[in-house]
């Protein structure tokens, strides 16, 4: 097939699934407006429109690029320190049962424990503007350390044996059989470990209260009944978790296609 008809063909289908994917946007846009109307009650519920000039008006002030700046660096440090402290613990785990078995009850807590009470139990260790970087770190943990130590478990061992019988070195070995087979599973943790740690150190936020943050700003809408605003920030929370995701779905292509492709 000449490659100008298949590059044409791709470059339709992304546009087909854009195209569904805005119908649905639509749709469901429709449907919050007409929620809206039906409910005819602006302190419970107001419209797209309505929420779009909000948030407007939000973007073109300085306090809303640092207020999501502030809560964007401090949990981006705990997720950072979770994917990094998971990935390391998991190889460690996965080479000695102990470590496993004794990170296993540790991680099954942190996994079950509500976000609220670690919330209120961090409180009363260290400041509120340390808040969201524990409470990120506690809820990516368990989960990129669990889908990590599965996907080394579940490197064949036939490559292995193979690197073995040819004195692959542990480096080699590392970047040509682990990298690619634990990848995927390093994908699905990271991806929802971000989102997870978004969402937590947005609500521990809420609950400490640290200045020049989103979690303020929402307390203060619910305090002073602004649905508008309350509405506004957490479209503006939802953008920046979808953004965030792409990001990191992209920049870890890029790594893997650099990693494989390294003499």
């Known amino acids: 097939m000449p490659r100008g008809v298949d590059k044409s063909r791709r470059e339709g289908g992304r546009l087909g699934t854009w195209g569904v ?20 009650a602006r302190i419970i519920l107001v419209g797209p429109l ?9 973007v073109i002030t300085g306090e809303f690029w640092a207020s999501v700046g502030v809560s964007l660096a ?22 000695a049962r102990v470590v496993r078995e004794l990170l296993e009850p540790l991680m099954g807590v ?3 424990v509500p976000v609220a009470s670690f919330v209120i139990l961090v409180l009363l260790w260290v400041s509120s503007s340390y808040l969201s970087v524990v409470i990120a770190f506690v809820m990516a ?52 470990a971000l989102a997870l740690s978004w969402k937590a150190g947005i609500a521990a936020e809420v609950i400490g209260l640290p200045d020049f943050t989103i979690g303020e700003h929402l307390y203060d809408a619910k305090v002073y009944l602004d649905t508008p605003d309350l509405f506004a920030w957490t479209v503006a929370i939802v953008i920046v978790s979808v953004a965030l995701d792409s990001l990191m779905n992209r920049a870890l292509d890029r790594v893997a296609v650099r990693w494989e492709a390294r003499p």
Do not use: H
């Not at 919050?32 to 039906?38: L, P």
């Open 110 to 112: 942190m996994k079950a």
């Open 141 to 192: 943990l368990p989960i990129v350390y669990t889908n990590v130590l599965e996907g080394i478990r579940q490197t064949s061992p036939q490559l292995l044996e193979m690197c073995q019988v040819f004195g692959v070195g542990t480096l080699e070995r590392v970047r040509l059989v682990y990298a690619s087979q634990v990848l995927p599973y390093f994908r699905a943790a990271v991806s929802l």
């Open 50 to 58: 309505d929420v779009l000039a909000r948030l407007c008006a939000l």
């Open 74 to 95: 401090r949990i981006a440090v705990g997720f950072a320190l979770a994917v990094l402290s998971g990935v390391l613990l998991a190889a460690i785990a996965s080479r």
């Open 21 to 40: 994917r805005l119908l649905v946007l639509g749709f469901w846009l429709l449907m919050w407006q007409v929620a809206t109307w039906a409910i005819n």
